[in-house]
Nanobody
Framework: QVQLVESGGGFVQPGETLRLSCAAS????????MGWYRQAPGKQRELVAT???????AYADSVKDRFTISRDNAKNTVALQMNSLKPEDTAVYYC??????????????WGQGTQVTVSS
């Protein structure tokens, strides 16, 4: 079984920084893509930043130039450096993975979510 475990959320003031991390664990799996989504109260879950299966990165327009996604393929981890945080970045952030296993094929996996709150 594959699990995605996030860490690093918290409460910060506008303009401050946070770093989220996510690690995929299990056995016999291959990560094809990995990234971050978020869901604010009353809103749909939306893409924040991700590595695509081809290895490129994609960002939501609202976070470009403020957030940076990075990864360690050997450790199956992905991180999100969030700078210049704004109140509108407040949401639950979810790690997302497109993972292949011999027994379930390729499917999406989600972490449990980590709360990010930006407020003065």
């Amino acid at each position: 079984q594959v699990q995605l475990v996030e860490s690093g959320g918290g409460f910060v003031q506008p303009g401050e920084t946070l770093r989220l991390s996510c690690a995929a664990s299990g056995s016999g799996f291959t990560v094809n893509a990995m990234g971050w989504y978020r869901q604010a109260p009353g809103k749909q879950r939306e893409l924040v930043a991700t590595f695509t299966p081809g290895g490129s990165t994609a960002y939501a327009d609202s976070v470009k130039d403020r957030f940076t996604i990075s990864r360690d393929n050997a450790k199956n981890t992905v991180a999100l450096q969030m700078n210049s945080l704004k109140p509108e970045d407040t949401a639950v952030y979810y790690c997302h993975g497109l993972v292949t296993t011999p027994w379930r094929g390729t499917r999406e996996y989600w972490g449990q979510g980590t709360q990010v709150t930006v407020s003065s």
